[in-house]
């Protein structure tokens, strides 16, 4: 029997679990549920199914643990970092669904919404979740990863404010996960991204009463200001807790569809959320304003529902790369190589600094495994390529993080790309929570049927 004829008689006998669609290999329908934002490491699995709700989950997940086969959840699949080989994929694109207690100020968010459904169903009450840069990206996914967004500094992370979680795990059972009903696995979750404890139908998450927002990118001339990443490191340094900024520095293309200021010159995109009085924002900024030459400026006050355009990233589908680094400072020098470094590289490619501490370095109420909240800033050197990541693309990502080395306190989930080694994976967290990770997943996946991006093993 061949493998297209195996996996064409997996996924019948699944349809009859199910409610949803079940999609086998060499259709459309199959590559288009499988194939996310990134293409690198794509997903081959067996089966794929569309979640139509939390028992497809359930009947999926029980079904692959029978016949032990892996198995795994996307979404948009931005944060893919390892391509399963067989098995069932779990699509949760149809489980959409989000509703809005405004009296608790809280939301219940299905696995497969993003947060520009969230936002937009939050907004009518004045209220606003934890989101984000990109509207487009799978809310609970990038929640349980810890999370990093718009409002970080004034609020923490999003999984700081996560109070239930519904889930299915390796043995097809599913639970309601709270701090009470089962707290070391409430709390791995939490910080320590699902992937790897189960599969999520959905979150109950805190909102915030935020409806408006005064922010932006403004985009600074690096040629005539090489010094524009110290100005912004200096200006951070004093900043109040209602502001949460990032900059990111590229070499853009000479070529047709980009803003003719920005065509052929290394630019600093220095993007910033003020969550504080709108009225306020543009004097908080100001002094950005005089770092650099200005190209471009697009900061103003908006409704938080328009959030994206604040870092205003394009996420089309693309191969790409990322190494991250948590720094507790960001030496003058070191941002200086970086810059030059990366300007003269024969390829594309895009630093990343985003400003920390804040609530983020605040304990949460309720004990998650998010790490190294002590850090200052992230770095992510991205680069874009064709499936054969290259040799060169590679050793420039490592050389650009080694510039930080003695500053460096570890990794981040949220902002890195790829996929990581169980080495790398335990940088992302302080080694008593790793340790007590292993445990958990031995505890709730003893036999590894669970795919996750970030390999945490289960303890022998």
Known sequence: MSETTNSTDMAADLAGRVTGPVHAPGTDAYDEARTGMQLLDRHRPDAVVEAADAEDVRAAVAWAAERGLPVSAQLTGHGLGAGMEGGVLVATRRMDGVRVAPDRRTAWVEAGATWRTVAEAAAPHGLAPLSGSAPGVGAVSYTLGGGVGLLARRYGFAADHVRRVDMVTADGRPRQVTEESEPDLFWAVRGGGAGAFGLVTGVEIGLFPVLRI???????????????????????????????????????????????????????????????????????????????????????????????????????????????????????????????????????????????????????????????????????????????????????????????????????????????????????????DYARLTRVRAEYDPTGVLHSNRPIPPKR
């Open 214 to 432: 005064y922010g932006g990118s403004l985009y600074l001339d690096m040629a005539a200001e090489p010094g524009a990443l110290e100005a912004w490191r200096r200006w951070t340094g004093s900043v109040p807790d209602e502001l949460t900024s990032g900059v990111s520095v590229m070499v853009y293309p000479d070529m047709d569809g980009l803003p003719e200021e920005l065509r052929g010159r290394q630019v600093a995109q220095v993007s910033v959320a003020w969550s504080g009085p709108p009225e306020e924002g543009p004097k908080v900024v100001e002094p950005l304003r005089s770092a650099a030459p200005v190209l471009l400026d697009t900061m103003r006050e908006m409704p938080y529902t328009e959030s994206g355009a604040v870092f205003d990233e394009h996420h089309d589908q693309a191969g790409f790369r990322g190494r991250s680094v948590l720094v507790d400072r960001l030496d003058d020098g070191a941002l200086a190589e970086l810059i030059r470094m990366t300007g003269s590289a024969p390829f594309f490619c895009v630093v990343s600094l985003r400003h920390l501490g804040g609530a983020l370095a605040r304990e949460p109420e309720v004990a998650n495994a998010v790490g190294h909240r002590g850090a200052a800033y992230a770095l992510t050197v991205m680069t874009f390529a064709d499936p054969d990541d290259t040799g060169a693309m590679r050793d420039l990502r490592e050389e650009a993080a080694a510039l930080f080395g003695e500053d460096a306190v570890g990794r981040s989930f949220t902002l890195g790309f790829g996929p990581m080694e169980e080495s790398e994976v335990r940088e992302v967290f302080d080694p008593h």
